[in-house]
């Protein structure tokens, strides 16, 4: 089982874990030297985890927002 394939599915990944991750990815890809089918895995991981990442932003935008409408605060 590969590395990948042993983590957690982004539902279950915080924004940090997604991150972390998604860093690994990039690291790997940036490396060189990795096979054509596990740089295609790679990448679709890292597109995986960017949208896990970009999902948890906008939740947390979507909360302060909406914590700022409660408080009359503007944005």
Do not use: I
Request: hydrophobic residues 35%; contains cysteine.
């Amino acid at each position: 089982m590969s590395e990948a394939a042993s983590r957690p599915e982004g539902d279950a990944l915080t924004y940090e874990q997604a991150r972390e991750e998604l860093v690994q990815v990039v690291q790997r890809l940036e490396s060189g030297g990795v096979p054509l089918d596990e740089s295609l895995a790679l990448w679709e991981r890292g597109e995986h985890l960017a949208a896990v990442c970009q999902q948890r932003l906008d939740g947390a935008r979507a909360k302060v927002d909406a914590a700022r409408a409660r408080t009359g605060t503007p944005g």
